[in-house]
């Protein structure tokens, strides 16, 4: 029989090796990335009686620059927030504004007519309706042929 020494600290240690991993090579993908997500838009969700809404705050990004597309079952929403051009007239102490890539997908309910989704943009705010698929709750005869 092979005895072996109990060591209760090789657990916690592969454990950490393992996150340290995690982290690198996220590090990694960042560094060699050209396009360094730093704007994250905040997205509002609801359902209505008759389609689901998406609300994705984006203010100072026209909508010519944002694109809508659904993939299957997945709806994604993308887009760049450029910086601003120079202002020559204004000293800037202190940048709090985020540009970059963004990206925001959702997957979508089952029964929902994708044929039918339509976005619209107002004051910074593009809100997706997703309409919800009618059902045919009435009943009826069916005549046997």
Do not use: C, W
């Amino acid at each position: 029989m092979l005895v072996k020494r109990y060591e209760p600290f090789n657990d916690i240690r592969r454990s950490f090796d393992l996150v340290n991993q995690i982290i690198n090579s996220v590090e990694r993908r960042a560094e060699t990335s050209s396009n360094i997500v730093d704007f994250i838009p905040k997205v509002n969700t609801r359902e209505g009686k008759n389609a689901y809404h998406i609300e994705v705050e984006l203010p100072g990004i026209k909508k010519e620059e944002v694109d809508v597309k659904v993939d299957g079952n997945v709806l994604t929403i993308s887009g760049e927030r450029t910086l601003r051009d120079e202002v020559k007239e204004e000293d800037y102490h202190k940048v709090e504004s985020r540009y970059g890539v963004f990206s925001r997908s959702f997957t979508l309910p089952e029964k929902v007519d994708v044929e039918h989704i339509h976005a619209e943009s107002e004051n910074g705010i593009v809100e997706i309706i997703i309409p919800k698929l009618t059902i045919d709750t009435s009943s009826r005869k069916i005549e046997i042929k």
